[in-house]
C-alpha cells in the first residue's frame, strides 16, 4: 500500500509547475489509540522508582515495538496507592483497521525478570 503513495507522489513531482518543496509523501490515515502495559514493579529491584525514562528507554529495546510510532512518551502510573506495581500507558499511531495493535493485545514480554502484558484500554489518565 505504501509503495502506491510513493508511486503517485514521484507523478505529481514529475508535473511541470508543481511546487515540489510544498508537496509531502501521502500517506494513509491514521488513528491515535492506546495501550497499557501491565505487571512492572513501580520500585526497581534496586530500590529506585521506575521512570518515564527507563522505561522509554527500555520498550526502545523490545522487539515488539520496531515497526510502532508512539504518539507521545510513556506515561508511568503506580497503580494504586497501596500497590508496588505500576501501569505504562502507551500511546500509538496505526492506521484505521488497527492492525499494529491487534498485534500487541495481550502480548506479553520480559522486562527485566517480570513478565509484563499489553491490554487495550480508553484514553489513558493524565493525558493533557
Not at 49 to 71: E, K
Amino acid at each position: 500500500m505504501e509503495s502506491n503513495f510513493i508511486i503517485i507522489f514521484k507523478y505529481f513531482k514529475s508535473i511541470d509547475g508543481a511546487n515540489i518543496d510544498t508537496n509531502s509523501i501521502p500517506r494513509v490515515s491514521q488513528l491515535k489509540l492506546y495501550l497499557k502495559i501491565t505487571g512492572i514493579p513501580f520500585v526497581k529491584p534496586d530500590s529506585l522508582l521506575l521512570d518515564l525514562l527507563s522505561m522509554a528507554n527500555y520498550l526502545s529495546n523490545v522487539n515488539l515495538f520496531d515497526n510502532i510510532s508512539f504518539a507521545s512518551k510513556p506515561r508511568v502510573i503506580k497503580a494504586s496507592s497501596k500497590s508496588d506495581m505500576a501501569i505504562v500507558w502507551i500511546n500509538i499511531w496505526d492506521s484505521q483497521n488497527g492492525t499494529k495493535v491487534k498485534m500487541l493485545i495481550n502480548h506479553s514480554f520480559n522486562c527485566d525478570r517480570y513478565i509484563t502484558t499489553i491490554r487495550d484500554t480508553n484514553i489513558n489518565p493524565s493525558v493533557p
